[in-house]
């Protein structure tokens, strides 16, 4: 009997160790993305696009596809600020994860009209993001640091990029 109350403060010591040192991992983790990675991918149209070439601007990455509801919502909002903030120095880059027949992704861009690149997205690059659901949205700095990431699409995630895209072209290098 003894030994198993023994048994019991121990494992209870162990488990409150543990959750003092949780967030010390969590947030390392997060700074791991501080940095954009940096990665060249092909356009629709055969150019390769690196992220480094865009180092001074404010960079918004949308991972998508053609068949993701809320992907397809979102585009008119980007094209918007895409064409709202160019001039200071804010590109947008959609990377899109649609697998096989490039053509239906081509024929997609210029039936919405898209008049930002769009690129495709390589294994290693969703990995290094950790995107796991589409639209993931990152925020990259004038200094090529991750400011933000947005996950889904609605009318309060179209109002929260406006804002930082405001935010992040406004600020000084």
């Known amino acids: 009997m003894r030994l198993f109350f023994i048994m019991k403060i121990f494992i209870v010591g162990l488990c409150t160790i543990g959750l003092l040192f949780l967030p010390h991992c969590v ?19 055969g150019q390769d696009l690196g992220l480094s070439q865009l180092k001074g601007k404010v960079v918004l990455l949308d991972f998508w596809a053609t068949w993701c509801g809320p992907c397809r919502e979102s585009i008119p909002h980007l094209i918007q ?26 024929n997609f861009a210029k039936s919405m009209d898209i008049p930002y690149p769009i690129v495709i997205a390589s294994e290693e690059v969703v990995r290094n993001y950790r995107v796991t659901a589409i639209p993931t949205t990152f925020f990259i700095d004038k200094e090529g640091k991750i400011r933000e990431r947005i996950t889904g699409f609605s009318s309060a995630i179209s109002r929260q990029m406006t804002t930082k895209v405001s935010d992040l072209t406004s600020e000084k290098p």
């Open 81 to 106: 600020l895409y064409k709202g903030y160019r001039e200071n120095g804010f590109e947008v880059i959609g990377v899109s994860l649609d697998k096989g027949d490039l053509e239906i992704v081509r």
């Open 27 to 45: 947030k390392e983790k997060e700074l791991s993305l501080d940095l954009a990675p940096d990665f060249t991918l092909k356009t629709l149209y």
